[in-house]
């Protein structure tokens, strides 16, 4: 039985460890200048949140890829839900990273 709190990008304590790591990987790939312990894992990627365009995600996905062996594919349906924030993003990660 499925409930609302069982959704993957609602963020677990287990998950917080690589939502940090994850942080820390965007400020890398992108040069950020805010500190990642400072991003808020919960805002939007883009528009109001992080304010990310499709350059910065491919960015990301690339170093994704690079460290966790495997790939997000720009044509998979779910890149809204995946890409909604560092959160659901981490939740996706868990699930299918080989590294």
Do not use: K
Not at 14 to 36: I, K, M, Y
Not at 73 to 84: A, G, K, L, Q
């Amino acid at each position: 039985m499925s409930s609302p709190s069982s959704d993957p990008a609602a963020g677990t304590a287990s998950n917080a460890p690589l939502e940090r790591e994850l942080a820390q990987l965007f400020v890398e790939a992108l040069n950020l200048e805010t500190p990642a312990e400072e991003l808020d894992v919960t805002a939007t990627l883009f528009g109001d949140g992080l304010g990310l365009d499709s350059i910065d995600i491919l960015e990301v996905a690339l170093a994704i890829s690079q460290r966790y062996g495997f790939q997000l594919r720009s044509d998979d349906e779910h890149n809204v839900r995946i890409f909604r924030s560092i959160r659901s993003l981490a939740a996706h990660v868990a699930e299918h990273r080989v590294r």
